[in-house]
């Protein structure tokens, strides 16, 4: 016989899961304590700041990633990260303390009231146990989900007295043992089909998506983009939660609009859309028109069934991305030797256009947003990794950083703001060897703010470049864009993110002008630790 706590510990050992991310309570501790050996948790003071963190670690190691939330207030707070965790396809194994059994039919205080439904819409799996004896059983089963395509959050609750319960080697030893993977390959009439339509389109065009970079599939698209001469656009930023091009690259365009009309425009003069990793598409906001221009096709490669289901228009191959993209230039590669092949070698295409620029903005009084991004670029660590949340100014970062290496950026797919400082946290955890830079708008680092608690607790060593403009400058934009006037709570005076940080632990500065930011930024990135500068700019969006 062995405690369910042993044997679940053996499980998580196991799978790799030694870094546990969470907020404790009472309901949480006969899990926590002692952590057996190998183990390291990384306290975030608010359950969103913990799934962040999570998130951000699991979609930088690829590995599923244990977060544990207290009972039912506690993952009522994280259900906002879980929303995000679910769109970001992160692998998150989410468990959270419940009442002790006994307890639970007269609803003693801190039960969590149908703890199974409180994530759902956004969980891939939510599941209370039966028994102690099955909470082995069920946490192996949420970790599959999770790690499955489309990876993303399962969620376990665990009644408090399940810890200490004895159980049988025959409730846990073949899960401990078992493993399950998913990624799969395309079928291969499907892959042919598709090649035949690539080399037989006159004006194909790549799109880009976040699936490329979190399966694998950098290379290949590449390798696909310059075979074919395609001119290569990354899909919306939106959804984009990742990247999955070179955005130095040649070939490429640079970022899809996210919305109906500007999107089927920005396409218009192909005859083939080929997009690859990305939902079709994260339209926002409501600009409607046409889908696609009355002579456009469109094929999608997807590992998510629900992606391929649920596009309003063209075809789609469910597969792992990066398998199908190889599959798909290996293909290509034989057609192009074979002389019977229909259509012609893509030698014999036009090179993609140069990408168009659109014109640094006149130097006002206070630095654009474009400003701040062109000294960031002028000093971005060449295997940096961007984690990004500062909405007026996302435009102006892609256009200007010009990101090229795999891994190298994690925005928010969900849109709910405070994923970006948190999942900063966890990104550079899992990457340690690499810088990350996190942007972030004054009004979005308010809503995971706690969070610079984390990065000094733990010496994270982060470094934060906070745009500060008083307002919640896209919410303007978006006014006028929605024909609304006089919304009230849309103004942000005096807030100050480098004062709050210090109080938390986080050494900072704030800067105004050019000069300064730049030997600000410096500065910070040449430090070990924690760091952050707060940059005051202009309001408005900020395009280039
Ligand atoms: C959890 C959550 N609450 C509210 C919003 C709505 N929202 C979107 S952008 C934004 C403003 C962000 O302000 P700031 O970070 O200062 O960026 P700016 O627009 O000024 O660049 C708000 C409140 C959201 N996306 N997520």
Same mark, same amino acid.
């Given at each position: 016989?062995?405690?369910?706590?042993?044997?679940?510990?053996?499980?998580?050992?196991?799978?790799?899961?030694?870094? /546990?991310?969470?907020?404790?309570?009472?309901?949480?501790?006969?899990?926590?304590?002692?952590?057996?050996?190998?183990?390291?948790? =990384?306290?975030?003071?608010?359950?969103?700041?913990?799934?962040?963190?999570?998130?951000?670690?699991?979609?930088? *190691?690829?590995?599923?990633?244990?977060?544990?939330?207290?009972?039912?207030?506690?993952?009522?707070?994280?259900?906002?990260?879980?929303?995000?965790?679910?769109?970001?396809?992160?692998?998150?194994?989410?468990?959270?303390?419940?009442?002790?059994?006994?307890?639970?039919?007269?609803?003693?205080?801190?039960?969590?009231?149908?703890?199974?439904?409180?994530?759902?819409?956004?969980?891939? +799996?939510?599941?209370?146990?039966?028994?102690?004896?099955?909470?082995?059983?069920?946490?192996?089963?949420? /970790?599959?989900?999770?790690?499955?395509?489309?990876?993303?959050?399962?969620?376990?609750?665990?009644?408090?007295?399940? +810890?200490?319960?004895?159980?049988?080697?025959?409730?846990?030893?073949?899960?401990?043992?078992?493993?399950?993977?998913?990624?799969?390959?395309?079928?291969?009439?499907?892959?042919?089909?598709?090649?035949?339509?690539?080399?037989?389109?006159?004006?194909? =065009?790549?799109?880009?998506?976040?699936? /490329?970079?979190?399966?694998?599939?950098?290379?290949?698209?590449?390798?696909?983009?310059?075979?074919?001469?395609?001119?290569? +656009?990354?899909?919306?930023?939106?959804?984009?939660?990742?990247?999955?091009?070179?955005? &130095?690259?040649?070939?490429?365009?640079?970022?899809?609009?996210?919305?109906?009309?500007?999107?089927?425009?920005?396409?218009?003069?192909?005859?083939? @859309?080929?997009?690859?990793?990305?939902?079709?598409?994260?339209?926002?906001?409501?600009?409607?028109?046409?889908?696609?221009?009355?002579?456009?096709?469109?094929?999608? /490669?997807?590992?998510?069934?629900?992606?391929?289901?649920?596009?309003?228009?063209?075809?789609?191959?469910?597969?792992?991305?990066?398998?199908?993209?190889?599959?798909?230039?290996?293909?290509?590669?034989?057609?192009?030797?074979?002389?019977?092949?229909?259509?012609?070698?893509?030698?014999?295409?036009?090179?993609?256009?140069?990408?168009?620029?659109? &014109?640094?903005?006149?130097?006002?009084?206070?630095?654009?947003?474009?400003?701040?991004?062109?000294?960031?670029?002028?000093?971005?660590?060449?295997?940096?990794?961007?984690?990004?949340?500062?909405?007026?100014?996302?435009?102006?970062?892609?256009?200007?950083?010009?990101?090229?290496?795999?891994?190298?950026?994690?925005? *928010?797919?969900?849109?709910?703001?405070?994923?970006?400082?948190?999942?900063?946290?966890?990104?550079?955890?899992?990457?340690?060897?690499?810088? =990350?830079?996190?942007?972030?708008?004054?009004?979005?680092?308010?809503?995971?703010?706690?969070?610079?608690?984390?990065?000094?607790?733990?010496?994270?060593? @982060?470094?934060?470049?906070?745009?500060?403009?008083?307002?919640?400058?896209?919410?303007? +934009?978006?006014?006028?864009?929605?024909?609304?006037?006089?919304?009230?709570?849309?103004?942000?005076?005096?807030?100050?993110?480098?004062?709050?940080?210090?109080?938390?632990?986080?050494?900072?500065?704030?800067?105004?002008?050019?000069?300064?930011?730049?030997?600000?930024?410096?500065?910070?990135?040449?430090?070990?630790?924690?760091?952050?500068?707060?940059?005051?700019?202009?309001?408005?969006?900020?395009?280039?």
């Amino acid at each position: 016989m062995t405690s369910v706590r042993d044997a679940a510990f053996e499980l998580f050992r196991e799978r790799g899961m030694t870094t /546990i991310f969470g907020n404790p309570g009472s309901t949480e501790l006969a899990m926590l304590g002692p952590l057996p050996d190998g183990f390291r948790y =990384v306290l975030g003071l608010q359950e969103a700041v913990a799934v962040g963190m999570a998130d951000g670690f699991a979609q930088a *190691s690829g590995d599923v990633t244990h977060v544990n939330l207290h009972t039912a207030p506690g993952l009522g707070n994280g259900v906002g990260a879980i929303f995000n965790a679910r769109a970001n396809k992160a692998p998150l194994l989410v468990t959270a303390g419940q009442q002790a059994r006994s307890l639970i039919t007269m609803q003693a205080n801190l039960t969590n009231r149908d703890a199974v439904e409180v994530p759902k819409p956004y969980a891939k +799996w939510s599941h209370e146990p039966p028994r102690a004896a099955d909470v082995p059983f069920a946490l192996a089963q949420a /970790i599959h989900h999770a790690s499955l395509p489309p990876k993303g959050p399962a969620f376990v609750s665990i009644p408090m007295d399940d +810890w200490t319960a004895e159980i049988a080697p025959v409730d846990y030893v073949t899960q401990i043992a078992r493993s399950v993977g998913g990624r799969a390959q395309a079928d291969p009439a499907q892959v042919a089909a598709l090649a035949r339509r690539l080399r037989t389109a006159e004006r194909p =065009v790549f799109v880009a998506g976040p699936e /490329i970079d979190a399966s694998g599939g950098w290379d290949a698209a590449v390798e696909l983009a310059e075979s074919q001469r395609l001119p290569v +656009w990354a899909s919306p930023a939106t959804g984009g939660g990742r990247i999955g091009f070179p955005e &130095d690259h040649a070939a490429f365009q640079g970022v899809l609009p996210p919305a109906v009309a500007p999107l089927a425009q920005a396409l218009a003069s192909h005859d083939l @859309v080929l997009v690859a990793g990305s939902s079709v598409f994260p339209y926002y906001p409501n600009i409607p028109g046409d889908f696609l221009a009355a002579d456009t096709e469109l094929v999608a /490669i997807t590992s998510d069934p629900d992606e391929a289901a649920r596009a309003p228009m063209g075809e789609a191959i469910v597969a792992d991305v990066a398998l199908t993209l190889r599959a798909l230039v290996q293909e290509l590669a034989e057609l192009s030797e074979r002389a019977d092949a229909p259509g012609r070698n893509p030698s014999e295409r036009e090179s993609p256009p140069a990408r168009f620029e659109l &014109d640094a903005p006149a130097p006002g009084d206070q630095l654009s947003g474009g400003e701040v991004h062109t000294i960031l670029a002028g000093l971005f660590p060449a295997d940096g990794i961007v984690v990004l949340e500062s909405p007026s100014s996302t435009a102006a970062l892609r256009n200007n950083l010009r990101l090229s290496r795999p891994g190298s950026y994690y925005f *928010s797919a969900g849109g709910g703001l405070g994923f970006g400082l948190a999942a900063a946290l966890g990104v550079q955890l899992a990457q340690p060897e690499r810088q =990350v830079v996190c942007v972030l708008g004054e009004g979005s680092a308010q809503y995971a703010i706690t969070a610079f608690w984390t990065a000094a607790a733990y010496s994270i060593p @982060v470094k934060f470049l906070v745009l500060r403009n008083e307002e919640y400058s896209i919410l303007k +934009w978006f006014a006028t864009l929605e024909n609304v006037t006089g919304a009230p709570g849309l103004d942000l005076p005096r807030l100050d993110v480098a004062a709050t940080a210090s109080s938390y632990g986080v050494a900072g500065v704030t800067v105004a002008g050019r000069d300064g930011l730049h030997d600000a930024l410096a500065d910070a990135l040449a430090q070990d630790g924690p760091r952050l500068v707060q940059v005051d700019v202009a309001p408005g969006m900020a395009l280039a």
